[in-house]
């Protein structure tokens, strides 16, 4: 058989032609379309890292907030648990606070309910005793009450004991204006005659007086002189029936009793004569 090399050679570059043109018209454009695949493939597996790696970052980050959160409103629950306590404790104390001043408010208000019974009481006392002590003496003996009255205060002046003639006789002789006598109803011109008398004879010496209504001396009589005072009055035949009435309405209001004592009340002489410093 004979070998024709000028078709072997033919067909070599052939075949030589046929790879390089696959080669640079088929096989390449698959390969760089391979590489270009693989490119993209890897870079789309790298992008999906870096999302994964930012989506556990995140996740990450969701739990520390979340913990944070769960931290801050634990703190908040507390605080405000607390809070909520003292202001608990605050009304409670307030409102013992209030209950307390309501009840010192009532006591007091008791307390001058009390009063204002009691000084009702003992006026309306001092003005039934005055009229009946009046009618019973324009009865009885046809003198009116404060005729009496300025007869009992003339026969007290006579009657002064030692020490306060003598305390009511330098006051009378330094004092530079006349005495004054106060009574609780004008007097006539002759009680005022006797009282004048009364007093030039106890002292030796021309008294100068000048007479004044006044409303404190209750139905009685009041010399007064440089300080120096002897008065005679009806109300204090009436403290004790005061101290009585006061007694009564104390005994009212034990509760109230307890929280405030009553103060003692000096007994008054029986005569009704007060002679002292003014």
Sequence with gaps: ????????????????ILVWLLKHFLYKPILDAIDAREKRIASELANADGRKADAEKERTTFEDKNKAFDQQRSTVLGKA???????HERLIDEAKEGAEGLRASQADALRADQIRLASEITLLAEKEVFAIARKTLTDLATVSLEERVAEVFTRRLRELDAKAK?????ALKNSSQPAIVRSSFDLPPDQRAAIQTALNETFSAAIQITFEDSQDAICGIELTANGQKVAWSISSYLTELSNKVRDLVDAQSPATNKATSKPETAKTPESGVLVGAK
């Design 1 to 16: 058989m004979l070998i024709d090399w000028f078709t072997v050679g033919a067909q070599i570059v052939n075949f030589l």
């Design 81 to 87: 648990t607390d809070d909520a306590k003292a202001e």
């Design 166 to 170: 003598e305390l009511l006789g330098d």
